[in-house]
């Protein structure tokens, strides 16, 4: 089984920077992308970034440029610094891992989540 503990939410005001981490533990497993999404209240789950194990990311269009994905796969972690928050990118920050015994056998797993807030 994997699991996936988020970490680093909190409030902060706009324009603020917040940094939340992921740790996915697989021991005889190997991550391999992994991904942060979020979810506001009444709206669906939306993806923000991905980062595969060689590094390549991917980031929604409403965050390039602010947000940077980072992964350490000695720990399997990734992070994700958020700078120039807005209002709108309160929410519940979930972390995805994809984790399998091979490439073409991998299963997703998901954190419980990590509330960002961004107000004054």
């Known amino acids: 089984q994997v699991q996936v503990v988020e970490s680093g939410g909190g409030l902060v005001q706009p324009g603020g920077s917040l940094r939340v981490s992921c740790a996915a533990s697989a021991s005889t497993r190997t991550i391999y992308a992994m991904g942060w999404y979020r979810q506001s209240p009444g709206k669906q789950r939306e993806l923000v970034a991905v980062i595969t194990r060689g590094g390549d990311t991917n980031y929604q269009d409403s965050v390039k440029g602010r947000f940077t994905s980072t992964r350490d796969n000695a720990k399997n972690t990734v992070y994700l610094q958020m700078n120039s928050l807005k209002p709108e990118d309160t929410a519940v920050y979930y972390c995805?891992?994809?984790?399998?015994?091979?490439?073409?056998?991998?299963?997703?797993?998901w954190g419980q989540g990590t509330q960002v807030t961004v107000s004054s």
């Open positions: 995805n891992a994809g984790a399998g015994s091979s490439p073409f056998a991998i299963n997703q797993y």
